[in-house]
């Protein structure tokens, strides 16, 4: 693995041009995309990005990639009604994620891999995957945490606030406890279940409304010990979705 932000040119060329016969390196780019987001008073607004970086971090030493430094902002209007949090549009997202593609595939990446951390980008970062790969620009996948939440199902212990819901609550905190436990707060946890709407989840709707505090759910139950299973699972079944890919990309490097 090698680090981009912290890599020479010539050291991040060499590791794309590795592979069969090259420097070394996978000619894997690895992106986490995140968000700055409320995660309540007790979580930083960066939640989503740490999160997202340190899945990518993982991967890309178990791939060879280049970990390039994550995007800290992502499409996260749903939460723009909190103080903080500051929300690009679909749009941006996806030309984001294109032009950055379009960079990799120009310094020599065979593949561009996107860790998704906040679930406002799925559908940009889809788009920017079709059109990077309906244009044969680079092989590209945008992974949403696989794997996650089958671990969630296993050693969540709270009630969550709505189905499908895991917000500033006992999951997202036990992952903060298990990568950055210096940025949790547990002197301020909160527990809030709000009353939704029967069509929550299927309409557009800003959460600022059913919860003063931003937290859905309740944090006290978090730990470490299972943010890092849930890390490792997500780690484990992302390896998993990535093997035919990884195998595309390693083929395409192959001598004719």
Do not use: C
């Amino acid at each position: 693995m090698i680090e981009a932000v912290n890599a020479s040119w010539t050291d991040v060329a060499a590791h794309l041009a590795g592979g069969a016969g090259g420097a070394g390196g996978s000619g894997l780019a690895i992106l986490p995309f995140g968000a700055l987001e409320q995660h309540g008073p007790h979580l930083p607004l960066g939640t989503d990005t740490v999160t997202a970086a340190e899945v990518a971090r993982r991967l890309a030493e178990r791939l060879d990639a280049v970990l390039l430094p994550p995007v800290h902002y992502g499409e996260t209007w749903n939460n723009a009604g909190y103080p903080g949090t500051l929300s690009l549009s679909p749009a941006t997202v996806t030309a984001i994620a294109v032009d950055l593609g379009r960079a990799l595939a120009a310094s020599g990446a065979r593949g561009f891999v996107i860790v998704n951390g906040d679930w406002g980008n799925r559908m940009p970062l889809h788009a920017a995957m079709r059109a990077l790969n309906a244009d044969g620009v680079i092989a590209a996948i945008s992974l949403d945490y696989p794997g996650m939440d089958a671990a969630i199902d296993e050693l969540r212990e709270s009630a969550p606030a709505a189905p499908g819901l895991n917000h500033a609550e006992e999951i997202e905190t036990s992952i903060m406890l298990a990568i950055a436990p210096e940025q949790v707060l547990p002197e301020r946890y909160v527990a809030e279940y709000p009353e939704f709407p029967s069509d929550f989840g299927t309409l557009p709707m800003q959460l600022h409304p059913f919860s003063q505090s931003g937290v859905f759910g309740d944090p006290s139950t978090a730990t470490a010990a299972k943010g890092e299973a849930i890390l490792a699972a997500t780690v484990k079944a992302s390896l998993r979705v990535l093997e035919d890919f990884n195998a595309g990309v390693a083929g395409a490097r192959e001598p004719s």
